[in-house]
């Protein structure tokens, strides 16, 4: 039979355009399949894992390919249509596909050469089960604790190192170093099984006669046992440890005694990190109310004309029941759902609500979860779980990385909050919209979507009004609530009245001890974490600033530090001023833990909590945070726009913003629209279930037209003078926007390359070219930066567009001195 010459088109994690033809060797040639991990040899030294994207019998003439060194997977671990959905992000969104498979893939997936190699925790030096080049290895880490895939080249001599790492890190010999802070080994647990020896009735019988006479405590051990497992006894029946200890009330002493007189046999087994929960409500007698039914058969009507819908439903609308018996009808036709939410915090309320009516179906999938936990679930869903440690997951919930699961028969893509600009990934590359990719995902598995939000983005809502997407909406609260009343507090009048307390105007004062009295909770916003925004020198007006940015440091009490919230750069606070000598420097400005430190001097009595970026790192933060409030153990909660996201609180009967004029103020054109958004969710926290809520929002200048609007809960108003204004300079969704960020360390250099890249561009397209300019911030991590922003009006063709700006580019980068400029796409800016 006449062998095939193969050759495979292959995908590396390198922020490089396009793919790498490599020949398969024969030996290859009949296991190897698209989406499958292969080791391949790049550049003279470099050894990486790539994804093979195609393969063909097409002989390149360019070059002579070389070999690929090993097959990593036996099954592909990515499908065709995450395929075609990275190469389509990766064009839409001006990055490449390495960079989309950087950002798709689970880390654990990843192996490169200059990943720096470990001991693992695990590992036991038996060195007599160890091959030679095993023993080299493990000997050579014992000497220098860590070692990179080149340097493991050398000391086994051979090239082809990649295969043998894999079965060290399958056989927990060792890990990369970026796993070593998770526990690398499968998750096991002991199950107690019994000789089948005693499976017999008459030994059985024997046994416990036996036991009855001088081991009670083993008896009962017995006993537990069989009315765990069941009669009649066979050697499969098994129960887990743990429950039989629970079960009978005894200790591992008269455990072992069993298992050394061999009664019982312990054994390890794999099982899932992930939590399973049963189901214990029948999503099939969930009642809808009117207004609830209305918007569900509104959308599955739309669904036969259109792709998205969307829902705008006011705040406690009662939205996620519509999701639910959304979810339930795809299900029922034996589809997956992807249910997308802005923020890891909100899938700790989310998750509880969908398992009670789904159980086991619903996997969820964050960042906060171990590398190995991402695996799992990665694992589940591509059907690549051998140890079926836990069934499939029908519903995905997460935030936006969810996105990139295999899935491979969606039918449902909910995108809850679709306004939120989480959903938008800033740094690195792909810069993508969640919401906008989810709609594109959707096409490739011929789904629906429904973006949900109390406060839609104005783009979806001009979509929706336009026919582009379907429109239903809950205009009532569930129950009867009534809306939160809201109150504007003029803090001029407060401050000239003397009736502040520190940064709390007299009326929310009144408003809190109220609330406490009546044993109802209070949430606060303050959209600055930290304690004071800046230090100050009140002679000279020194402020302290980033050495690596161009932004001023904000002081942290709890590490009496000062720290950029930039790049991370963190000092202590000088004791006096550099500039001038004087001692008095003070304070300007207040962050949410100044906010909760000053809190507790006025209210000692009231139980206080953070929900910020600083008390949120850890991967149970926001469910410990959150329950402790469901569970009253919190009175008050201050917060960021985290507290702002569809939380639900039965309690809350006070909401409160400290500070709407920063908002209001911040030089973007979407700032209006932002703050609507922000102030209208976060009253939404308020009044639930029989109690209408009250809501203080306190701002310098309490005439401003969003604040009215807020007041009156009047998205419409807000929308409508947005677009006028947005018509007006030409903004989304009128036009599309593209801006390109270009970064060096040495401004002289960054300003010339920027000049003449927007020169040529300009060239293009005239006064639809603005820039180049320094952003808000101009320099970070010591890179000084600028930028040019380019209006596409709709119509214009967006493909030549991109083409003519990286055209741009490479001209710019012919002169040699701007080659080390670095350039970044941000296409549909957030």
């Known amino acids: 039979m006449e062998r095939i010459t193969l050759f495979a088109d292959v995908l590396l994690p390198l922020p490089i355009e396009g793919t790498f033809t490599y020949r398969v060797p024969y030996e290859l040639n009949e296991f190897i399949q698209i989406g499958q991990r292969v080791s391949v040899q790049f550049g003279r030294k470099k050894i990486y894992a790539g994804i093979v ?13 070389k070999y690929i060194i090993t097959l990593l997977d036996e099954k592909p671990i990515a499908n065709s249509i995450q395929l075609r959905f990275w190469s389509w992000m990766a064009s839409y969104y001006m990055s490449t596909e390495g960079d989309v498979m950087n950002a798709a893939l689970p880390s654990a997936f990843k192996l490169a050469s200059e990943s720096k190699i470990v001991l693992s925790p695990a590992f036991i030096p038996d060195f007599n089960i160890l091959n030679p080049s095993e023993y080299q290895i493990t000997e050579s880490l014992i000497e220098k604790k860590k070692l990179t895939v080149d340097e493991i080249s050398k000391i086994v001599g051979y090239t082809k190192v990649l295969p043998l790492l894999k079965t060290m890190i399958d056989h927990k010999m060792i890990v990369m170093e970026e796993e070593i802070s998770d526990i690398f080994k499968p998750k096991t647990e002991k199950y107690i099984g019994i000789s089948s020896v005693f499976c017999d009735e008459g030994n059985l019988s024997s046994l416990m006669d036996e036991l009855g006479k001088r081991a009670h405590k083993q008896l009962e051990l017995v006993m537990s046992f069989i009315s765990l497992v069941g009669l009649p006894l066979t050697s499969e029946s098994q129960v887990k440890q743990s429950l039989l200890l629970k079960k009978s009330g005894n200790s591992n002493s008269a455990l072992k005694s069993l298992i050394n007189k061999e009664v019982f046999i312990s054994t390890k087994k794999i099982v899932s990190r992930l939590t399973s929960t049963a189901q214990n409500i029948d999503s099939s007698k969930l009642k809808l109310s009117k207004h609830q039914e209305n918007a569900y058969k509104k959308i599955l009507g739309y669904f036969d004309s259109h792709n998205v819908v969307l829902l705008h439903g006011v705040t406690s609308g009662g939205k996620t029941e519509v ?59 591509a059907e690549l779980d051998d140890e079926n440690i836990h069934s499939k997951f029908e519903i995905i919930l997460g935030p936006r990385s969810s996105l990139f699961l295999p899935y491979d028969n969606l039918g449902l893509i909910i995108v809850d909050e679709e306004h939120d600009s989480s959903y938008k990934q800033y740094d690195p590359a792909p810069r993508y919209n969640a919401r906008d990719a989810a709609i594109y995902l959707a096409t490739l598995h011929n789904a629906k979507v429904v973006l949900g939000s109390a406060t839609p983005a104005i783009e979806s809502y001009y979509n929706a009004k336009s026919g582009k997407y379907g429109l239903a909406e809950i205009t009532d609260r569930y129950g009867g609530v009534n809306l939160p009343k809201i109150e504007i507090v003029n803090l001029k009048e407060e401050v000239k009245r003397r009736m502040m307390k520190s940064h709390f105007s007299s009326v929310l004062m009144n408003k809190m001890d109220s609330a406490l009295e009546n044993k109802h909770q209070i949430i606060l916003f303050q959209n600055r974490r930290g304690f004071s925004l800046r230090i ?15 932004v001023t440091l904000t002081y942290h009490k709890y590490s009496e530090l000062i720290k950029c919230h930039y790049c991370g750069y963190s000092t202590t606070v000088p004791s006096v001023c550099p500039d001038c000598g004087n001692t008095g420097l003070k304070m300007q400005g207040f962050g949410t833990e100044k906010v909760s430190d000053e809190l507790g001097i006025l209210l000692p009595d009231a ?13 149970n933060a926001f469910s410990r945070i959150i329950s402790n409030f469901e569970s009253k153990q919190t009175d008050i909660l201050i917060g960021t726009q985290m ?26 054109f979407r700032a209006h629209e932002r703050s609507f958004q922000l102030m209208l969710q976060v009253s939404g926290r308020s009044g639930r279930k029989d109690k209408q809520g009250s809501v203080v929002i306190q701002a310098w200048k309490p005439n401003h037209p969003i604040l009215k609007d807020v007041v009156n809960h009047d998205y419409i108003s807000m929308y409508l003078r947005q677009l006028t204004e947005r018509k007006k300079f030409s903004y989304p969704p009128y036009y599309r926007l593209i801006i390109i960020r270009m970064k060096h360390r040495k401004p002289e250099i960054l300003n010339e390359a920027a000049a003449v890249f927007t020169k040529d561009l300009k060239h293009k397209y005239g006064k639809l070219v603005y820039g180049p300019e320094y952003p808000l911030v101009g320099r970070v991590r010591n890179f000084y930066i600028k930028q040019t922003m380019l209006k596409i009006p709709k119509g214009m063709n967006l493909i030549d567009v991109k083409n003519n700006i990286r055209e741009s580019v490479i001209g710019m980068k012919t002169n040699s001195g701007y080659k080390s400029v670095i350039v970044h796409f941000d296409v549909d800016p957030q």
């Open 536 to 550: 100050e020198c009140d002679v000279c007006h020194w402020v302290p600033e980033c050495k690596n940015c161009d």
């Open 53 to 65: 994207k195609n393969l063909h019998t097409n002989v390149p003439i360019v070059h002579t390919p």
């Open 607 to 619: 139980k206080i909590d953070r929900m910020d970026l600083d008390t949120t790192r850890t991967k």
């Open 323 to 381: 999701y639910i018996k959304l979810i339930s009808e795809t299900l029922s036709r034996g589809k997956q759902v992807l249910y997308l939410l802005p923020e890891i915090a909100l899938t700790t309320q989310i998750i509880v609500r969908l398992q009670s009516y789904f159980g086991d179906k619903v996997g969820i999938y964050h960042s906060k979860y171990s590398k190995n936990e991402r695996v799992e679930v990665w694992n589940n869903i």
């Open 643 to 668: 507290v702002t996201k569809g939380l639900d609180f039965d309690n809350v009967q006070v909401v409160g913003v400290l500070s709407a004029d920063s908002m209001l103020s911040f030089p973007d």
